[in-house]
């Protein structure tokens, strides 16, 4: 598989110039020389293979021969809702939310929330996507919304239909396989203030089992249930799908 690339421009088949950080990664880290093969994309659901033609200081030109759609995405929408763990394990959370398929990242602020994010931790959510998306072969970026107060994101009209939210000691809840929206809370999870307003929104409220999970833990769990053949909550059928 050819070295994957990502561009923040239009791509189309010809003559293209990179430059920046991804030009400075071609040439000075992988050391690709004229002639060698690349694939590049820019989050518009394709990737375009490429050929090396020179390598400069500043910049690489590349000659792009095709366009290809290759089929790495969900088919339904998968919106997660969760506060920054700490320290990295927010990068992890991101790089695998993007592996899984996940569409958006809402950053959460609740009650017990202890990471406030600035613009620059949002820039850089949005790296670890591209990054991830470089190594898995995604071709359309998972988005990273603003961060949201978790009463003004729950009550939001246009979020999917289907909406469950984590909570510890709540019954366990089957996933559909269509769009939906999942929350979990923070280290302490959500007050029982703001699983009463979620429920007042039309949020189902779902445990996760007997174990207290940290954050990056009970997201991704819920991802992967979502993402599954057969997506559940403790669903009992779940067995006969095996």
């Known amino acids: 598989m050819s070295e994957r690339f990502y561009t923040n421009c239009p791509l189309a088949p010809g003559p293209i110039q990179l430059q920046g950080a991804e030009a400075h990664h071609l040439a000075t880290v992988c050391r690709l020389r004229p002639g060698d093969q690349v694939c590049l994309f820019n989050g ?23 366009v290809e759609t290759i089929p790495a995405e969900l088919p339904f929408k998968l919106e997660v809702a969760a506060p920054l763990p700490r320290g990295g394990r927010t990068q992890f959370l ?7 398929g996940a569409t958006s990242f809402v950053p959460l602020v609740t009650e017990r929330t202890v990471i406030h994010p600035g613009q620059g ?3 850089k959510l949005e790296r670890y996507v591209i990054e991830a998306s470089k190594q898995c072969g995604r071709n359309v970026l998972m988005q990273i919304a603003p961060v ?3 009463a003004d ?22 996933l ?9 809370g923070p280290e302490g999870g959500f007050t029982e203030e703001e699983v009463d307003i979620a429920r ?20 991704l769990l819920l991802a992967a249930w979502a993402t599954e ?3 559940r909550i403790g669903n009992p059928s779940y067995e006969a799908h095996q």
């Not at 394709?46 to 910049?59: C, E, I, M, T």
């Not at 991101?94 to 899984?100: F, G, N």
């Not at 994101?153 to 089957?174: D, I, K, N, V, W």
């Not at 559909?176 to 929350?183: E, G």
Request: hydrophobic share 45%; charged share 20%; with cysteine.
């Open 229 to 231: 053949p057969v997506g």
């Open 121 to 123: 931790k949002l820039e």
């Open 200 to 219: 007042r929104h039309g949020w189902q409220v779902a445990g996760l089992g007997p174990r207290v999970l940290r954050v990056e833990t009970a997201a």
């Open 176 to 184: 559909p396989r269509s769009d939906m929206a999942i929350a979990v």
């Open 44 to 66: 518009d659901g394709r990737q375009y293979p490429a050929q090396v033609l020179a390598v400069g200081r500043k910049h690489i030109d590349l000659q792009i021969a095709g």
């Open 148 to 150: 949201s107060a978790w």
């Open 94 to 100: 991101i790089e695998k939310l993007t592996e899984l």
């Open 153 to 174: 994101y729950c009550a939001q009209t246009a979020l999917p239909a289907f909406r469950s939210m984590a909570h510890a000691g709540a019954p366990a809840r089957e």
